[in-house]
Nanobody, 115 residues
Framework: QAQLVESGGGLVQPGGSLRLSCAASGSIFSINAMGWYRQAPGKERELVAHLTRGGSTNYADSVKGRFTISRDNAKNTVYLQMNSLKPEDTAVYYC?????????WGQGTQVTVSS
């Protein structure tokens, strides 16, 4: 069972950027489609970006054109570059497989967009 550790979150002003990282305990990203999810207070967890085994990407409409998902198989890491951040992007961000069965969820990384 892979372990996932998210990092890179923080407090940023509207319009700012952050790069999130998701490190895995094993070489899982080359054999699994992976996604970045987020959960805002009082809301359901939602998928915001995913990356297939073949390298195709897809994004939720709310982040399209602002977020970019990528991976480095040699480092067992998936990234989420977030630009032009908005207050509504505030949430805890997680990575995991695109579809069930999911790995054990990590602790996530908090992103807060506020002036």
């Amino acid at each position: 069972q892979a372990q996932l550790v998210e990092s890179g979150g923080g407090l940023v002003q509207p319009g700012g950027s952050l790069r999130l990282s998701c490190a895995a305990s094993g070489s899982i990203f080359s054999i699994n489609a992976m996604g970045w999810y987020r959960q805002a207070p009082g809301k359901e967890r939602e998928l915001v970006a995913h990356l297939t085994r073949g390298g195709s990407t897809n994004y939720a409409d709310s982040v399209k054109g602002r977020f970019t998902i990528s991976r480095d198989n040699a480092k067992n890491t998936v990234y989420l570059q977030m630009n032009s951040l908005k207050p509504e992007d505030t949430a805890v961000y997680y990575c995991n497989r695109l579809s069930p069965p999911f790995f054990v969820w990590g602790q996530g990384t908090q992103v807060t967009v506020s002036s």
